[in-house]
Nanobody, 125 residues
């Protein structure tokens, strides 16, 4: 699975962005997908994740109620809708995929086998 993330940019606090992650590979629809972020000097942390069916999602505490993850398996794309953005959301955002056939959402980056190149999100105050 190869992943291509896009949609990052500069936005003012309170604004919105939507990130997209397009996957290539026959098994995309069977992967648990996640979005992670990493700010300078900080560890990579999970933002959100979604099962292959879309029936189960997970959100990091700091983004609950503001971010929404979704997927369109027909388009091989996962989305992250980010609303009410805050300066502390500034980071490089990565999409990632667990191995094909996995059904469990896990929060550790080590449990994800495939990674996109990252897209910068900057929120100004």
């Amino acid at each position: 699975v190869q992943l291509q993330a896009s949609g990052g940019g500069l936005v003012q606090a309170g604004g919105s962005l939507r990130l997209s992650c397009t996957a290539s590979g026959r098994t995309f629809s069977r992967n648990v997908m996640g979005w992670f972020r990493q700010a300078p000097g900080k560890e990579r942390e999970i933002v959100a994740a979604i099962t292959w069916s879309g029936g189960s999602t997970y959100y990091g505490e700091s983004v609950k109620g503001r971010f929404t993850i979704s997927r369109d398996n027909a388009q091989n794309t996962v989305y992250l809708q980010m609303n009410s953005l805050k300066p502390e959301d500034t980071a490089v955002y990565y999409c990632a995929a667990r191995p094909p056939g996995t059904v469990t959402i896990l929060s550790s980056p080590a449990m994800y086998s495939y990674w996109g190149q990252g897209t910068q999100v900057t929120v100004s105050s």
